[in-house]
């Protein structure tokens, strides 16, 4: 892996900790807080609409800055906001600070995914894709399990001090291991022709599927931790533990995802679309049994994001020449879903439903993502069209 790539990595490890660690101590915010645990699910869709609404105008914004001084920006952006959530003194200025930061987690992953397909010839996207997103995913397997045991252990303040200090190593990973005369990933080409290549079927379809997946995955994830301890009867020092394997399942899949991605794409999206349905309804009746949950779990995580490498580069291959937006769009297309799956597990939540009805919303969603998913790639068959060039693609790889 080259440096430029560890330094992505580790920054995208420090952005999914901070994203989703707030699930492994959302009733400790809760009560330190004083609001109710649905409540303090809005904490999930502030930070997704910060990423989804700021993410994508920071992102054109910043399109002629230097790709290294924007991620180190972004990256000590990250720093200021994790000592803000640690001193918030109540709900409303949490939700402000999480959604400050959550729009340089959303610049900094449209960047980080142009820069690292740039690395790379076209052949292997989908694997440079997936060691940004092994970011994420580890961060489920590492970041999550710990920042939730040590909110647990010490309170749910230090467990944003902890992403303080975490936010530090990775600016100064970005500052040490991009090369100083760092280039931006691509020509700028024009807010005109970055718009029109959204119009491609290709684009907005994986959007939508995009959509779907984070409505699969987010319904359940947000409430994960009242669900195990509600429905599964966990204790409150296991959960963490339930948490890791997600995150093992995460990483398993986001590499298999990136392999599979550089094949038969579409046909083994559809593939996954189907089989993360069956995954969901397996949720649903394993909840109540510890070991069946515990499986039930990992092969969901994996799934999750095996999917969501496959999609993100079918996106960043079908806007290749017009890069800037579509790739800011992909972390504001997975938040806009975070941000409804939050709501939408609220609203369940408060109409009565309880915590085992969630992943039946994932089983819907991904019906729905197949479906999309066999249309698109009949229309794409039909048309015959092929992927766009990317802009300097003939230039040599390994600038950033």
């Known amino acids: 892996m080259s440096p430029p790539l560890i330094a992505l990595f580790i920054a995208a490890f420090a952005f999914g900790t901070t994203e989703f660690v707030i699930a492994g101590v959302l009733p400790e915010v809760a009560e330190g807080l004083q609001v109710g645990v649905p409540t303090a699910g809005y904490?999930?869709?502030?930070?997704?609409?910060?990423?989804?609404?700021?993410?994508?105008?920071l992102t054109i914004a910043a399109a002629r800055v230097p790709r290294r001084t924007l991620?180190?920006?972004?990256?000590?952006?990250?720093?200021?906001?994790?000592?803000?959530?640690?001193?918030?003194?109540n709900f409303l200025s949490m939700l402000a600070f999480r959604f400050a930061?959550?729009?340089?987690?959303?610049?900094?992953?449209?960047?980080?995914?142009?820069?690292?397909?740039?690395?790379?010839?076209?052949?292997?996207?989908?694997?440079?894709?997936?060691v940004v997103l092994a970011g994420l995913t580890i961060s489920n397997i590492v970041g999550v399990p710990a920042g939730t045991a040590i909110g647990n252990f010490w309170g749910w303040r230090s467990t944003f001090w902890a992403m303080f200090a975490l936010g530090i190593v990775a600016a100064a990973a970005a500052a040490t291991l991009l090369p100083r005369k760092a280039v931006p990933s691509s020509e700028?080409?024009?807010?005109?022709?970055?718009?029109?290549?959204?119009?491609?079927?290709?684009?907005?379809?994986?959007?939508?599927?995009?959509?779907?997946?984070?409505?699969?995955?987010?319904?359940?994830?947000?409430?994960?931790t009242p669900m195990l301890r509600e429905v599964t009867h966990l204790s409150e020092?296991?959960?963490?533990?339930?948490?890791?394997?997600?995150?093992?399942?995460?990483?398993?899949?986001?590499?298999?995802?990136?392999?599979?991605?550089?094949?038969n794409?579409?046909?083994?999206?559809?593939?996954?679309?189907?089989?993360?349905?069956?995954?969901?309804?397996?949720?649903?009746?394993?909840?109540?049994h510890a070991l069946q949950m515990a499986a039930a779990l990992f092969v969901w995580g994996a799934l999750s994001f095996s999917i969501g490498t496959a999609v993100q580069t079918r996106i960043l291959a079908w806007t290749a020449d017009a890069p800037n937006l579509a790739s800011s769009l992909i972390p504001s297309g997975f938040?806009?879903?975070i941000a409804l799956a939050a709501s939408i597990g609220a609203?369940?939540?408060?109409?009565?439903?309880?915590?085992?009805?969630?992943?039946?919303v994932g089983v819907a969603a991904m019906v729905v993502g197949a479906g999309v998913a066999l249309l698109s790639s009949a229309a794409e068959r039909r048309a015959g069209s092929t992927p766009p060039t990317a802009i300097g693609q003939a230039e040599a790889p390994g600038r950033c």
């Open 101 to 130: 930061t959550a729009i340089a987690h959303g610049c900094f992953f449209g960047v980080a995914m142009v820069v690292a397909v740039g690395l790379v010839p076209p052949a292997a996207r989908g694997r440079a894709v997936a």
């Open 335 to 337: 938040n806009i879903g």
């Open 347 to 360: 609203m369940l939540l408060d109409a009565g439903y309880g915590y085992r009805s969630l992943p039946l």
């Open 265 to 288: 794409l579409m046909r083994w999206l559809v593939v996954l679309l189907l089989v993360q349905a069956v995954s969901l309804l397996t949720v649903w009746l394993a909840s109540p």
């Open 43 to 57: 904490l999930v869709s502030g930070y997704a609409l910060g990423i989804a609404i700021g993410g994508p105008l």
């Open 188 to 224: 700028p080409v024009g807010l005109a022709t970055e718009t029109r290549v959204l119009a491609r079927q290709q684009v907005w379809t994986s959007l939508i599927i995009m959509l779907m997946l984070m409505m699969a995955q987010f319904v359940p994830f947000t409430y994960i």
């Open 237 to 263: 020092d296991t959960v963490p533990w339930m948490l890791l394997l997600i995150g093992l399942g995460s990483t398993l899949g986001v590499f298999a995802g990136g392999k599979l991605a550089d094949g």
């Open 71 to 89: 991620i180190i920006a972004l990256t000590l952006a990250f720093v200021v906001g994790q000592a803000a959530c640690a001193l918030a003194p």
